[in-house]
């Protein structure tokens, strides 16, 4: 499963991609069952893997500054006692 492909983020970094993707099944059925949109798909899964890793380096970073801040605010409040 994949994010919706139609997203303002997903539009923004991967709407050539996606418009091929789009291409290829408007040509048919039979052309997506036989194989033709392969590549296109795989470039569209790259594409969403990218802007998934992206996300999660900066909510790891982000999760990392709130852990620090959360600590100094303890150990403020422990030199306090």
């Given at each position: 499963?994949h994010?919706h492909?139609?997203?303002?983020?997903?539009q923004?970094?991967?709407?050539?991609?996606?418009?091929?993707?789009d291409?290829?099944h408007?040509?048919?059925?039979?052309?997506?069952v036989?194989?033709?949109?392969?590549e296109a798909?795989y470039?569209?899964?790259?594409?969403?893997r990218?802007?998934?890793?992206?996300?999660?380096r900066?909510?790891r970073?982000?999760?990392?500054?709130k852990?620090?801040?959360?600590?100094k605010?303890?150990?403020?409040?422990?030199?306090?006692?």
């Amino acid at each position: 499963m994949h994010p919706h492909l139609h997203t303002q983020e997903v539009q923004k970094n991967c709407a050539d991609v996606v418009a091929a993707l789009d291409e290829c099944h408007a040509r048919g059925f039979i052309w997506k069952v036989s194989g033709n949109c392969t590549e296109a798909k795989y470039k569209v899964n790259m594409c969403l893997r990218a802007q998934r890793l992206e996300r999660t380096r900066k909510n790891r970073e982000d999760a990392k500054e709130k852990r620090a801040h959360i600590e100094k605010v303890w150990a403020d409040l422990d030199a306090d006692k």
